[in-house]
């Protein structure tokens, strides 16, 4: 049964498949970001910005209608799709940027560019897991909208926060506050279960 839905050798080969299929868009946005801002104290620029438009496009080729049937016929499960895409735009696109950033700026630093990029501070992996947990959100977005998937789940997430804004303001001010502040403790609980709608989502297309 547990073969069924996850197999690790099925799922390596389908993770790598994935990062040949984007590979070219991956580099293009890291790329194209770190020209803009070169120094290594906008990492969280690029992982954040970047990962967002790569998370927006992870189902891209299941909305295609010439490119889903190749998709959806993987001899993969529902589960493996899904965590290969989430891999790949989450955790896989932070460790690979943070290797790229620290590469980077042992040849800088001996060029007495920049200084090294510390790979150790906990501000850096506290950011990383909210990038994470934010994340999910746009995943979502990427299977739920077929164009422009970023742009519609910023404007839903937008609606949404305007609404709970205005409850909250005419409930109480001080419920705002504390509303704020915890914020991303609820976003910790929410995430997996936007990553359980994801999954839902993709078998419905499997069944179409």
Known sequence: M?????????????????????????????????????????YFFVLYVGGFILSSMAFSEYHDPKRAHSALT???????????KWMLTSIGYALG??????LLSIVLHFGKSLERFDILQPALWMGIGKYILLQSVVFLGAISFKKYALIKTALTVSIFCAILFLIAINVSPLFLVSLSGISL???????????????LKLTEYELR
Request: with cysteine; charged share 10%; proline share 3%.
């Open 2 to 42: 547990i073969n069924h839905y996850f197999n690790i050798a099925r799922f390596s080969r389908l993770l790598m498949n994935d990062i040949r299929l984007h590979k070219k868009i991956i580099l293009s946005v890291t790329l194209t970001l770190m020209l803009f801002v070169c120094h290594f104290a906008d």
């Open 74 to 84: 993987l001899p993969c499960s529902a589960l493996e799709k899904v965590l290969s």
């Open 185 to 199: 403790y609820y976003f910790s609980w929410l995430a997996p279960v936007f990553w359980y709608v994801t999954y």
């Open 97 to 102: 940027l943070v290797i790229l950033y620290f």
